[in-house]
Nanobody, 115 residues
Framework: QVQLVESGGGLVQPGGSLRLDCAAS????????MAWYRQAPGKKRELVAR???????NYADSVKGRFTISRDNAKNMVYLQMNSLKPEDTAVYYC?????????WGQGTQVTVSS
């Protein structure tokens, strides 16, 4: 069973940047599709970006051109580079690993975009 720990969240002004890191342990991530989700207060958890085990990526329309997901299998890490942040990006961001319905979630990291 893979364990995931997110880091890198914080408070940033509109237009700023953050990079979220997801460190995996307990299993190598090579076989997993990896993703970032987010959940804002009062809203459902939504997919932000996914990178498959073959490195194909897809993004939510709301973040296309601003966010970039990447993975480093050698380090067992997944990243989310977030640029041009907007107040509506404020949420708890979760890392997810999925392999045929098996995988796991991290505990989440808070991102707040505010002036």
């Amino acid at each position: 069973q893979v364990q995931l720990v997110e880091s890198g969240g914080g408070l940033v002004q509109p237009g700023g940047s953050l990079r979220l890191d997801c460190a995996a342990s307990g299993s190598i991530i090579d076989i997993y599709d990896m993703a970032w989700y987010r959940q804002a207060p009062g809203k459902k958890r939504e997919l932000v970006a996914r990178i498959n085990r073959d490195y194909r990526t897809n993004y939510a329309d709301s973040v296309k051109g601003r966010f970039t997901i990447s993975r480093d299998n050698a380090k067992n890490m997944v990243y989310l580079q977030m640029n041009s942040l907007k107040p509506e990006d404020t949420a708890v961001y979760y890392c997810n690993a999925d392999y045929l319905g098996l995988g796991g979630w991290g505990q989440g990291t808070q991102v707040t975009v505010s002036s």
